[in-house]
């Protein structure tokens, strides 16, 4: 007895488009997450160094000029 081909998906022709779909799938997955898995790094998005960030936040007053001067001997 002979099985016969009736096309469509009986036959399953288009298997090999599951693992392109889903190599597709992991790689936009990879862009959005940063590539954590392959050494890729997001942009910064904290302001900068420390000594920047120091500088923002005593031009804002968060900050006095006493604590300022010491976090600064602290960083350099």
């Known amino acids: 007895m002979m ?3 009736a096309g469509g998906w009986n036959g399953f022709q ?3 488009l599951i693992p392109i779909a889903m190599m597709i799938l992991c790689f936009f997955m990879m862009l ?3 590539g ?3 050494g890729w790094s ?3 998005r904290d302001g900068g160094s420390a000594k920047e ?3 923002k936040r005593y031009a804002r ?3 006095g000029k006493e604590e300022y001067e010491q976090k600064k001997r602290d960083i350099g």
């Open 53 to 55: 960030i120091l500088d």
């Open 3 to 5: 099985f016969a081909y």
């Open 14 to 16: 288009w298997w090999w």
């Open 61 to 63: 007053g968060e900050i």
């Open 32 to 34: 959005r997450h940063g």
């Open 36 to 38: 954590c898995m392959t």
């Open 42 to 44: 997001r942009p910064r």
